[in-house]
């Protein structure tokens, strides 16, 4: 298994600035991905964080309004950049050894913006 | 398209009672499914996965069925208590590069 911990926890931010949400395993993981929550609702797949390349984004999310890194397998990094009230939500960040295997989460973002 | 459904209804059962509840999948045959439980406020945890080839998995007090002929899986929590009090998510792959998840059956359980 593994234990995946991000920062921050929660924010309150302005509209139009931009906030990055950090993401650490505890061991190294094949494939890391960042999911969107709404309240009440299920996990939307943003993109998956590929170690050394761009990002592959899923449709409906661009490259310019989340920027994703991960410099290695244990550390992923997600920006929600010049940010609107529909982008508050909770940003969940994942690990996993295979595609389609378990998948380990963090405890989430809660994002509000005003 | 592609559609996993779960009951958005909340499943309210008594203690001790056992919980059902049910995941169906639309348009793909996934090798795999899986089901997390989500507490408020926190990240999903991976509880049990069964494989397109198994009828069924357990884990101590929980079971997993897998029809692949209804597209359908049950999940079963037997002997329920208060602390199983969550929302439950089914996750499989429809063949793109993550999971897909349902939205979630929240289960409450009455002392």
């Known amino acids: 298994s593994a234990v995946i911990s991000q920062k921050p926890s929660r924010d309150i931010c302005q509209r139009g600035t931009s906030l990055t949400i950090q993401c650490q395993v505890d061991s190294q993981v094949t494939m890391m991905f960042w999911y969107r929550q709404q309240p009440g609702q299920s996990l939307t797949l943003i993109a998956t964080?590929?170690?050394?390349?761009?990002?592959?984004?899923e449709s409906g999310f661009v490259i310019d309004k989340f920027p994703i890194s991960r410099p290695n397998l244990t550390f992923s990094t997600l920006t929600v950049s010049n940010m609107s009230p529909e982008d508050s939500s909770i940003y969940l960040c994942?690990?996993?050894?295979?595609?389609?295997?378990?998948?380990?989460f963090g405890p989430g973002t809660r994002l509000l913006v005003l | 398209s592609q559609k996993i459904e779960q009951n958005s209804e909340a499943l309210n059962i008594q203690e001790g009672k056992t919980a059902t509840l049910t995941c169906n999948y639309t348009n793909y045959s996934p090798a795999y499914l899986q089901w997390y439980r989500q507490d408020p406020g926190r990240g999903p945890v991976f509880l049990l996965l069964i494989r397109e080839n198994e009828k069924e998995k357990r884990k101590e007090r929980l079971k997993v069925t897998f029809d692949t002929t209804l597209k359908q899986s049950l999940f079963h929590i037997t002997a329920s208590q208060p602390a199983d009090s969550a929302t439950y998510l089914c996750a499989l792959d429809m063949g793109r590069r993550a999971l897909t998840f349902g939205s979630g059956t929240r289960l409450q359980v009455q002392p």
């Open positions: 994942s690990g996993g050894t295979g595609r389609q295997e378990t998948q380990y």
């Open positions: 964080a590929n170690q050394g390349s761009e990002a592959t984004y």
